[in-house]
């Protein structure tokens, strides 16, 4: 269930046409013993239970229209969690949000997109297998935890399949192989389901999300405001949330307090508006770690304002800082109009501006807008992997270097048995707590430099020796060309790559095996192992710990 950018959907399909055909021949085949159903098009939802059929000749060429109603059955999941559905005797693919495998449902084609049209659900005829009760009362509303009225083992099936239909068809790794089995490698799953994320963002705003069924309540003032998450495809309607059962409880306990008092006529506390760019509060951003001391949680507060007025916050902060395990609470001025939650300046308002979490026997301090692994628990999992496919000796012989080494995180667990670790990151902030957990650890061994590795010229590779190991951790677009080309040139003995998109990880492992015909690149690794991580159960992301060897 990989989430692709729009625009690296489109370099797929571009640079790779026969991409437009993976939907049709992928195994999961629609039943062909189902004729196609049509439905007249009606903004009724309710005359869709007057459906005619059509007849078919087998094998029919299908082109659907907007709002055409069609009967339609989700077979897997795919870009972004969404369904992946087919039409009986053609294979054309539509992709619908909210749907899940083995579920038969009426759906109205929303937009056609060439190769595939998406499809919004009208109404579910049978529910899907694998059913379970979803125990969050906005899990059909909010959109981060899309999978959670399908059991645990079916998401796991349908993450592992996602990713093993990438490496077969964007990576072009032949299951018929019979050294696949033993490349592609069962997914590991999450012990922790719920309550497992370190940070949450929350966000203010004067526009209520309701529900269709509710929708006839008028709001007005701060009836209409709200404090919670965006709701899905709106950028202005906040959908309010008074708990969130991925982050902690004491989270939970912090965010029931800001809902019970922020409103407050006397505190004078606005939300901040999308539209006319006025308003106070713009974003809530809790964060848990761990006291090194005691192994109790310890948390951030983090207030995200449009100006600094820290007399306005004075109420909520006496109130949040009785709470026993909050141990900072932080103030990030952010006086652009943009929706971000890192500020240009930044205050603690009280307590102290770091947090702490241990990963791999390391001490980290977080800040407000450090990156750390929102899933720490799992996190030490995924980092084990990375060590496992590194596989340095021990010796303090070997050299590695880090790209998109952020916090420095990674780079970090690995120095203890390298000669060198160089780590390149392009965010300030996250090189400046590189270092800083760096000297936290007494790890000396570690260098940390900024820069874009989108940017890179033929003078990168001049500040370090040539790496035994690359670890690679991109974010979500994959790596450049351009770093693509290096490393091919470089040549390292071994690259561990790290990925939080499967297509993307997927499209570069192709690359350097067998490398780019059109821009004559040749590929000079062996893929020796992929193994999917869950580090978000209920969430459509999956991570992947890809180990490359030189050829």
Not at 33 to 51: A, R, W
Request: net charge neutral; proline share 5%.
């Amino acid at each position: 269930m990989a989430t692709i950018p729009s625009h690296a959907l489109r370099h797929l399909t571009l640079t790779r046409p026969w991409l437009r055909k993976i939907s049709c021949t992928t195994s999961l085949a629609f039943s062909s013993q189902d004729p196609l159903l049509t439905y007249p098009d009606n903004s009724n939802n309710n005359d869709t239970d007057h459906t005619k059929k059509t007849t078919n000749s087998k094998s029919q060429a299908f082109f659907p229209k907007k709002n055409q109603v069609l009967e339609l059955e989700c077979e897997s999941l795919a870009f972004k969690g969404k369904g992946v559905c087919k039409v009986a005797d053609s294979g054309f693919v539509l992709l619908c949000d909210n749907a899940l495998p083995g579920e038969r449902f009426i759906g109205r084609v929303s937009r056609k997109k060439g190769s595939y049209a998406e499809v919004t659900k009208l109404k579910t005829l049978s529910p899907h297998r694998d059913l379970v009760d979803a125990p969050c009362a906005y899990a059909s509303y909010c959109g981060g935890c899309k999978t959670q009225n399908l059991s645990y083992e079916a998401q796991l099936r349908a993450k592992e399949q996602q990713v093993r239909e990438l490496v077969i068809h964007v990576g072009k790794f032949s299951d018929k192989n019979p050294d696949f089995e033993c490349i592609m490698k069962p997914i590991v799953p999450c012990d922790v389901q719920f309550h497992y994320r370190n940070k949450m963002e929350f966000s203010f705003g004067t526009q209520k999300w309701l529900p269709k069924e509710l929708l006839h309540e008028k709001l007005d003032g701060i009836d209409n405001y709200a404090l919670g998450l965006h709701a899905p495809g709106y950028f202005d309607k906040i959908l309010n949330v008074d708990k969130c059962l991925l982050q902690s409880e004491p989270a939970n306990k912090i965010l029931a307090t800001v809902q019970d008092n922020w409103k407050d006529p006397e505190l004078g506390l606005s939300p901040y508006n999308v539209h006319s760019h006025t308003g106070f509060l713009k974003h809530l951003v809790l964060r848990t770690g761990r006291d090194m001391k005691t192994d109790l949680p310890e948390l951030m507060v983090n207030f995200v304002t449009s100006s600094y007025k820290p007399e306005m916050l004075k109420p909520l902060v006496e109130k949040i800082s009785a709470i026993p395990e909050v141990v900072s609470i932080m103030n990030n001025v952010n006086t652009s109009v943009g929706n971000t939650s890192v500020g240009e300046e930044e205050y603690t308002l009280y307590g102290k501006s770091t947090i702490t979490e241990s990963l791999r026997g390391l001490t980290f301090q977080i800040s407000a807008n450090s990156f750390f692994q929102t899933n720490s628990h799992q996190a030490e999992v995924l980092y084990k992997l990375i060590e496992d496919c590194a596989g340095l000796r021990g010796d303090a012989s070997e050299i590695v270097l880090d790209l998109f080494c952020g916090t420095g995180t990674i780079g970090l667990t690995l120095a203890k048995k390298a000669k060198h670790v160089y780590g390149y990151e392009v965010v300030a902030q996250a090189v400046a707590d590189a270092h800083r957990n760096a000297k936290l650890n007494g790890i000396s061994n570690t260098t940390f430099l900024q820069g874009d590795l989108n940017k890179i010229d033929e003078n990168f590779g001049k500040h370090f020796p040539k790496p035994d190991i690359v670890i690679s951790d991109p974010n979500r677009p994959g790596m450049h060309m351009k770093l693509i080309k290096f490393l091919l040139k470089l040549k390292a003995p071994k690259i561990v790559y790290v990925s939080c998109n499967p297509a993307t990880c997927a499209r570069d492992i192709d690359y350097l095996c067998h490398g780019v015909m059109e821009q004559n690149i040749k590929g000079c690794y062996k893929l020796k192992s992929i193994q999917p991580v869950d580090m978000f159960p209920h969430t459509p992301h999956i991570e992947c710990v890809c180990l490359l060897e030189l050829c």
